[in-house]
């Protein structure tokens, strides 16, 4: 992938306290932005049929979800109702990184508002499976489902849920995820267990999709 790609992801995880999915970016920087990385551990086609290697994540039992419509808009995954029922937002910042078009709200208050970000990870090729293969780099890979779609709550640090940040990926195709971020307040009610937050955000971006076919 793409180096500025990578610093990009960098810089938001950054205002996360460096605590979601750094080791997935990382495991890929060396490949080219669109293709998976040949020391990722498989593609969405590999793992469903032909390359002979096991799949380690959860198949999908739900509808395969069209991200394709939302790459050059990924404000639109969240509607500006959602947003304001999580948090008290600046305008969102839309942009692209190593794993594809992504949304930040930022906060308008930095001490007291949520920060929510979210991610089409379309370039990897990877979707779930990629998480799933770089799981020992993690300290917390917790396994949820979200309307019925598999996903993770994974961090690099085992305390990041109890203090407010949390990065978590839904699976909605073989190749292809969305990735979350959030970064909760303290005093939040939410603040020690920042991952429902996610959950929540996915529970609605996904009701979004779907009603957008």
């Known amino acids: 992938m793409a180096a500025s790609g990578l610093s990009v992801r960098r810089v938001v995880v950054s205002a996360v306290a460096g605590t979601a999915l750094v080791a997935l970016v990382a495991g890929c920087s060396s490949s080219v932005a669109g293709q998976p990385s040949a020391s990722g551990g498989g593609s969405g086609s590999s793992v469903s049929g032909g390359s ?7 198949p999908l039992e739900q509808p395969v979800l069209d991200l394709k419509p939302f790459e050059t808009k990924p404000c639109e995954l969240l509607k500006p109702e959602q947003v304001a029922s999580l948090t008290k937002p600046d305008p969102p910042k839309s942009g692209n990184d190593a794993l594809g078009p992504n949304c930040t709200w930022h906060g308008s208050d930095a001490i007291r508002d949520t920060t929510v970000s979210v991610s089409l990870n379309v370039s990897t090729g990877e979707g779930l499976e990629g ?13 949820f489902r979200v309307a019925g779609y598999p996903g993770v709550h994974a961090n690099e640090s085992e305390k990041a849920e109890g203090m407010g940040n949390c990065g978590s990926m839904v699976g909605v195709s073989d190749s292809t995820a969305l990735f979350f971020i959030v970064h909760v307040k303290k005093g939040n009610p939410d603040y020690s267990t920042s991952c429902r937050v996610n959950e929540k955000v996915a529970e609605m971006v996904i009701q979004n999709l779907k009603a957008a076919k």
Do not use: C, I, M, V
């Open 52 to 58: 002979g290697k096991e799949r380690l994540s959860p």
């Open 131 to 143: 998480a799933y293969r770089r799981r020992s780099k993690f300290a917390q890979f917790d396994e």
